[in-house]
């Protein structure tokens, strides 16, 4: 027999903060910097090259589109689009809202906890993409961050003492790096899937058409790699595009978490038409970008007081002697918006990250920082 007045006090009253997930505290949503500015090189986006043809082609493709309907909930032509493209089999290729999305299904699913730990664990490098451990974090994941070596090289030594401690479900590589630039070699990625061999590799490729290489051939060779690539940072960032190559079994899982209408109908056709049609303009962008990333790294090593890390992705990566912080404020007060770390303090606190952009873009940057740095 329940008395109404005494069973109100023991149900709980609502408090929000009782019913978040506790990492939350610790997480902030992210934000690109806001504002109107000239130019615009802090997202590592391509600069817009595209043709009037091409344009029109996407334009095109997007009106054929039937307004009414669900996407395709499979994402079948786009899966094959990316698995001729890669080589692969369709049955090997995930697709997702970005690869933002693919890093989230990928936490989501391989998160059975294990060993002494009570969650499971990934283990990453830092700085690096700052995705995966903020994705993890939102979902309960421990995180085990190694610091890059002064090269900004992973550290193979501190990568597999990191392992050993955390037994991680995931490891989480990004070559080219993002913010640093610097790809892993073959023998470093193969080592590292030696010793993650516990737990899946996920070597992440955003930038890999700027690189010289692909890690693609330890797909066949280990069954613990899968690679990320996207769409984003090749000039269709406003798609959101982004696909995981692995084993079948794996995207299998996957498949089972992925929302099965995330990836909108014009997303799939345009991404589609990019891949199969406009491989042409991609490669003219890239051309470009690696051209001005040249230029861009000669310009700045002759500025005093300036390190410049080889860059395989699109965007230089620049030690100043000035702190980070001052530079920023005052090439943005100039309207060129760069990308800075300086918050998270230590050796980041001098440097900046700056994406290629157009002739005339990169100009305006180096002709500001110049100046500010005279
Ligand atoms: C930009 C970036 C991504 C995000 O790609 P989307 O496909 O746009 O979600 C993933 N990984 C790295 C390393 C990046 O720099």
Same mark, same amino acid.
Request: aromatic share 6%; with cysteine.
């Given at each position: 027999?329940?008395?109404?007045?005494?069973?109100?006090?023991?149900?709980?009253?609502?408090?929000?903060?009782?019913?978040?997930?506790?990492?939350?505290?610790?997480?902030?949503?992210?934000?690109?910097?806001?504002?109107?500015?000239? &130019?615009? *090189? $802090? /997202?590592?986006?391509? %600069?817009? !090259?595209?043709?009037? #043809?091409?344009?029109?082609? @996407? =334009? +095109?493709?997007?009106?054929?589109?039937?307004?009414?309907?669900?996407?395709?909930?499979?994402?079948?032509?786009?899966?094959?689009?990316?698995?001729?493209?890669?080589?692969?089999?369709?049955?090997?290729?995930?697709?997702?809202?970005?690869?933002?999305?693919?890093?989230?299904?990928?936490?989501?699913?391989?998160?059975?906890?294990?060993?002494?730990?009570?969650?499971?664990?990934?283990?990453?490098?830092?700085?690096?993409?700052?995705?995966?451990?903020?994705?993890?974090?939102?979902?309960?994941?421990?995180?085990?961050? &190694?610091? *890059? $070596? /002064?090269?900004?090289? %992973?550290? !193979?030594?501190?990568? #597999?003492?990191?392992?050993? @401690? =955390? +037994?991680?479900?995931?490891?989480?590589?990004?070559?080219?790096?993002?913010?640093?630039?610097?790809?892993?070699?073959?023998?470093?990625?193969?080592?590292?899937?030696?010793?993650?061999?516990?737990?899946?590799?996920?070597?992440?490729?955003?930038?890999?058409?700027?690189?010289?290489?692909?890690?693609?051939?330890?797909?066949?060779?280990?069954?613990?790699?899968?690679?990320?690539?996207?769409?984003?940072?090749?000039?269709?960032?406003?798609?959101?595009?982004?696909?995981?190559?692995?084993?079948?079994?794996?995207?299998?899982?996957?498949?089972?978490?992925?929302?099965?209408?995330? !990836?909108?109908?014009?997303?799939?056709?345009?991404?589609?038409? +990019?891949?199969?049609?406009?491989?042409?303009?991609?490669?003219?962008?890239?051309?470009?970008?690696?051209?001005?990333?040249?230029?861009?790294?000669?310009?700045?090593?002759?500025?005093?007081?300036?390190?410049?890390?080889?860059?395989?992705?699109?965007?230089?990566?620049?030690?100043?002697?000035?702190?980070?912080?001052?530079?920023?404020?005052?090439?943005?007060?100039?309207?060129?918006?760069?990308?800075?770390?300086?918050?998270?303090?230590?050796?980041?606190?001098?440097?900046?990250?700056?994406?290629?952009?157009?002739?005339?873009?990169?100009?305006?940057?180096?002709?500001?920082?110049?100046?500010?740095?005279?």
């Amino acid at each position: 027999m329940s008395e109404p007045g005494a069973a109100v006090d023991d149900v709980p009253r609502f408090a929000l903060s009782e019913l978040l997930r506790p990492e939350l505290s610790e997480l902030r949503p992210y934000a690109p910097a806001q504002g109107d500015f000239a &130019v615009r *090189l $802090d /997202a590592n986006e391509a %600069p817009p !090259l595209l043709s009037v #043809e091409a344009r029109e082609r @996407l =334009a +095109a493709a997007a009106a054929a589109t039937a307004w009414e309907r669900y996407p395709d909930a499979t994402a079948h032509r786009l899966r094959e689009a990316i698995a001729r493209r890669a080589g692969v089999e369709p049955d090997r290729v995930l697709v997702g809202t970005g690869s933002d999305e693919v890093i989230c299904t990928l936490l989501t699913a391989l998160a059975r906890p294990r060993g002494r730990h009570g969650s499971a664990a990934v283990v990453t490098t830092t700085p690096t993409f700052v995705m995966y451990r903020a994705s993890a974090r939102a979902r309960g994941l421990r995180v085990v961050e &190694v610091p *890059l $070596d /002064a090269a900004w090289h %992973p550290s !193979l030594p501190a990568l #597999e003492r990191a392992i050993e @401690l =955390a +037994a991680p479900n995931l490891v989480f590589l990004a070559s080219p790096n993002n913010p640093t630039g610097t790809v892993a070699s073959r023998e470093t990625l193969a080592a590292l899937a030696e010793l993650a061999r516990g737990a899946l590799l996920v070597v992440d490729e955003a930038y890999v058409d700027y690189a010289s290489g692909d890690a693609r051939d330890l797909l066949e060779s280990h069954e613990n790699v899968a690679l990320l690539r996207t769409l984003s940072k090749v000039g269709f960032a406003a798609l959101r595009v982004g696909w995981l190559l692995g084993r079948p079994e794996l995207v299998h899982e996957l498949d089972k978490v992925r929302p099965p209408y995330d !990836l909108p109908t014009v997303s799939q056709e345009l991404a589609r038409v +990019a891949l199969d049609e406009l491989s042409g303009e991609i490669s003219r962008v890239v051309a470009h970008v690696v051209e001005e990333r040249a230029r861009l790294e000669r310009a700045l090593a002759a500025l005093p007081g300036v390190v410049v890390t080889p860059s395989h992705a699109n965007f230089v990566w620049l030690r100043t002697e000035r702190p980070a912080s001052e530079l920023y404020a005052a090439l943005a007060a100039r309207g060129v918006l760069v990308r800075s770390f300086h918050a998270r303090g230590g050796r980041l606190a001098h440097q900046l990250r700056v994406t290629v952009g157009t002739r005339d873009e990169d100009d305006a940057f180096l002709s500001a920082f110049s100046e500010l740095l005279r």
